[in-house]
């Protein structure tokens, strides 16, 4: 099987990538990405000297580099990762998110139906049922909870969602879509939380939580959403919906303080600042389908995933210390400016 990896210099794409090459060995891999200020070619250097792995830098919003792409490669699978992916972006800049989240995943369908695509999967997000209330820990995200959203970010991810299963009633477009709560893990961009604080309690700055820090987060070890991915585009079943997540919730500020545990800093690092607009409150993602359909169940529990990944950043420090030495700086003073 010939796979085409969207946004593959990312964050979960590299991991996905990474697993593919490794649980797959009759498969071969092919990456598109734009390399944004999220893409990092370092990234996928092991995958490089894999000969079943090929990258082609592009948009996936350019229809001609699209065509091209699809007429040279003719793959069996397309899964889509590539997206703008940081929520406060979309709040200072919403434009581009709608370009590539949207736009970019309807010039990819219209590529798939051209050149007889087998399959093409969504990579989508929680983030499009929105929120749920911090008191009701009884409620959870099913497949059939209503889209509503919160940010730009949601908004574009929750539409593409759409125009995804419109493709498939109109078109019959073999396709599938998954929606996965929040990731952590191994080559996360240090925008996010995990690899935010991480980075900045090594150097002892100080820590910016949201409002009052009680917001509440499902987290996933990244290895358990590209093995769940996996299953989908094998075994899962076309047009269907697949939500991802391990029942691992959590409160920024816990999160926070358990990497201050881990590093041994203290929690006077901690300096709470003003709220994200939009915050959503609780993510709770409820996997019944995903378990009991394909089987699907998380090798990760939070405190051995999170030990292992704090462990990771402190030796790959050339990796990120690399991206927060560039345009990153002036990235934190603007996004965090007025915020104090
Ligand atoms: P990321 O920002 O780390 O990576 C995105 C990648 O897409 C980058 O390599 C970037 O260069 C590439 N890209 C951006 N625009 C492009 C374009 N127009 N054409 C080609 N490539 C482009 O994101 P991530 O955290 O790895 O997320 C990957 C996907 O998973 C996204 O679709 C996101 O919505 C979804 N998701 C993320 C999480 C999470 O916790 N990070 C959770 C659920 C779903
Ligand atoms: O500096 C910060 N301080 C803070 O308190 C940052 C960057 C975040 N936060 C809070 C906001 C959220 O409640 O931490 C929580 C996690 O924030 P992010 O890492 O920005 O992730 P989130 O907004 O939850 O969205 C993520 O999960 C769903 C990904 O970025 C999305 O791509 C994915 O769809």
């Given at each position: 099987?010939?796979?085409?990896?969207?946004?593959?210099?990312?964050?979960?794409?590299?991991?996905?990538?990474?697993?593919?090459?490794?649980?797959?060995?009759?498969?071969?891999?092919?990456?598109?990405?734009?390399?944004?200020?999220?893409?990092?070619?370092?990234?996928?250097?092991?995958?490089?000297?894999?000969?079943?792995?090929?990258?082609?830098?592009?948009?996936?919003?350019?229809?001609?580099?699209?065509?091209?792409?699809f007429e040279a490669e003719c793959p069996d699978v397309v899964v889509n990762f590539a997206a703008e992916s940081?929520?406060?972006?979309?709040?200072?800049?919403?434009?581009?998110?709608?370009?590539?989240?949207?736009?970019?995943?309807?010039?990819?369908?219209?590529?798939?139906?051209?050149?007889?695509?087998?399959?093409?999967?969504?990579?989508?997000?929680?983030?499009?049922?929105?929120?749920?209330?911090?008191?009701?820990?009884?409620?959870?995200?099913?497949?059939?909870?209503?889209?509503?959203?919160?940010?730009?970010?949601?908004?574009?991810?929750?539409?593409?969602?759409?125009?995804?299963?419109?493709?498939?009633?109109?078109?019959?477009?073999?396709?599938?879509?998954?929606?996965?709560?929040?990731?952590?893990?191994?080559?996360?961009?240090?925008?996010?939380?995990?690899?935010?604080?991480?980075?900045?309690?090594?150097?002892?700055?100080?820590?910016?939580?949201?409002g009052t820090g009680e917001n509440v987060r499902d987290w996933l070890h990244v290895y358990d959403h590209c093995?769940?991915?996996?299953?989908?585009?094998?075994?899962?079943?076309?047009?269907?919906?697949?939500?991802?997540?391990?029942?691992?919730?959590?409160?920024?500020?816990?999160?926070?303080?358990?990497?201050?545990?881990?590093?041994?800093?203290?929690?006077?690092?901690?300096?709470?600042?003003?709220?994200?607009?939009?915050?959503?409150?609780?993510?709770?993602?409820?996997p019944a389908k995903i378990t009991e359909q394909l089987g699907w169940k998380p090798k990760y529990n939070f405190?051995?995933?999170?030990?292992?990944?704090?462990?990771?950043?402190?030796?790959?420090?050339?990796?990120?210390?690399?991206?927060?030495?560039?345009?990153?700086?002036?990235?934190?003073?603007?996004?965090?400016?007025?915020?104090?």
């Amino acid at each position: 099987m010939k796979l085409l990896v969207t946004g593959g210099a990312g964050f979960i794409g590299s991991n996905f990538i990474f697993y593919e090459l490794e649980q797959h060995p009759e498969d071969t891999v092919v990456c598109v990405d734009l390399l944004t200020y999220a893409g990092n070619l370092e990234t996928l250097e092991p995958a490089f000297q894999n000969e079943r792995f090929s990258f082609h830098k592009a948009d996936i919003a350019d229809r001609q580099a699209m065509d091209e792409l699809f007429e040279a490669e003719c793959p069996d699978v397309v899964v889509n990762f590539a997206a703008e992916s940081h929520v406060d972006r979309s709040v200072t800049d919403p434009g581009i998110f709608l370009q590539t989240n949207i736009l970019g995943t309807q010039v990819l369908m219209d590529a798939c139906r051209k050149y007889n695509v087998q399959r093409f999967h969504q990579v989508s997000t929680d983030e499009v049922y929105g929120d749920l209330p911090l008191d009701r820990p009884d409620l959870f995200f099913t497949e059939t909870t209503p889209l509503h959203t919160s940010s730009p970010y949601s908004a574009s991810k929750a539409s593409a969602d759409l125009l995804v299963q419109a493709y498939h009633r109109t078109f019959g477009l073999p396709m599938t879509i998954s929606r996965c709560s929040n990731n952590y893990g191994p080559y996360q961009f240090p925008e996010k939380l995990i690899p935010l604080m991480i980075s900045r309690a090594l150097a002892n700055q100080s820590l910016p939580v949201y409002g009052t820090g009680e917001n509440v987060r499902d987290w996933l070890h990244v290895y358990d959403h590209c093995a769940a991915i996996d299953l989908i585009i094998r075994h899962g079943k076309e047009g269907e919906i697949y939500n991802i997540g391990g029942h691992n919730e959590r409160t920024n500020l816990e999160v926070v303080k358990t990497i201050l545990r881990q590093l041994d800093r203290s929690e006077t690092l901690i300096h709470y600042v003003t709220d994200r607009p939009g915050h959503d409150r609780r993510y709770a993602i409820d996997p019944a389908k995903i378990t009991e359909q394909l089987g699907w169940k998380p090798k990760y529990n939070f405190d051995t995933g999170m030990k292992e990944t704090i462990q990771w950043y402190l030796d790959h420090k050339p990796w990120w210390e690399n991206i927060i030495s560039g345009a990153y700086q002036e990235y934190y003073e603007k996004m965090y400016a007025g915020r104090e």
